[in-house]
């Protein structure tokens, strides 16, 4: 394949749809194509360009073979169209909302690809969690420490690239196209 998969992934409240949304143009001047997930949850409290669909259609979409990367995170399934496949052999980049936990399958699958962890601090974490009002101060807690074992268990492997999004959201999309660019993610326009 030609183009290559940008692999964004951390954790909930890091600002992956805010930075995805915010660095969408500039992406797509540079031939980068960004992917719209599929999601058992309503695309309504999603916060994200993604499409909701229930567990049944999800599990008949996957069966059929209609997605290229799949996983469960958080009682939720995602999905990766297949389609992604089409636009890497054409040259075209694609960025990928994923899933820390989901970084080995998507290797094995994409060997060149990129994979960037967004991070932020955990008072910022805690803050915007806390604002969304999706889950209590005990899922939380929780929440922040699996982030923080991933941290742990991420240090040791020198693939993984990372922006802060602690700071404003500006810098984060001024990091992220740096990135692309330095890690040889050409200009495909």
């Not at 999800?58 to 995170?73: H, K, Y």
Request: with cysteine; glycine share 8%.
């Amino acid at each position: 394949m030609d183009g290559r998969v940008i692999y964004l992934m951390g954790p909930s409240g890091s600002g992956k749809d805010s930075l995805i949304a915010a660095a969408r143009l500039q992406l797509a001047a540079r031939g980068c194509e960004v992917v719209q997930r599929v999601i058992t949850r309503s695309a309504e409290s999603v916060g994200e360009d993604a499409k909701g669909v229930s567990p049944d259609h999800f599990e008949r979409l996957e069966r059929s073979g209609e997605f290229a990367l799949a996983w469960q995170a958080n009682g939720l399934s995602y999905g990766i169209p297949v389609a992604i496949d089409q636009w890497l052999q054409s040259g075209r980049d694609v960025l990928v909302n994923g899933s820390r936990a989901n970084l080995r399958q998507a290797l094995e699958r994409y060997p060149a690809l990129l994979p960037i962890l967004l991070t932020v601090r955990d008072d910022v974490l805690r803050e915007r969690l806390t604002e969304r009002g999706r889950e209590n101060l005990e899922q939380i807690d929780a929440r922040i420490a699996r982030n923080a074992l991933f941290k742990d268990r991420r240090s040791s492997d020198a693939t993984v690239y990372v922006i802060d999004n602690s700071g404003e959201l500006s810098q984060a999309v001024q990091d992220l196209l740096a990135l692309i660019q330095l890690t040889g993610a050409t200009d495909r326009t």
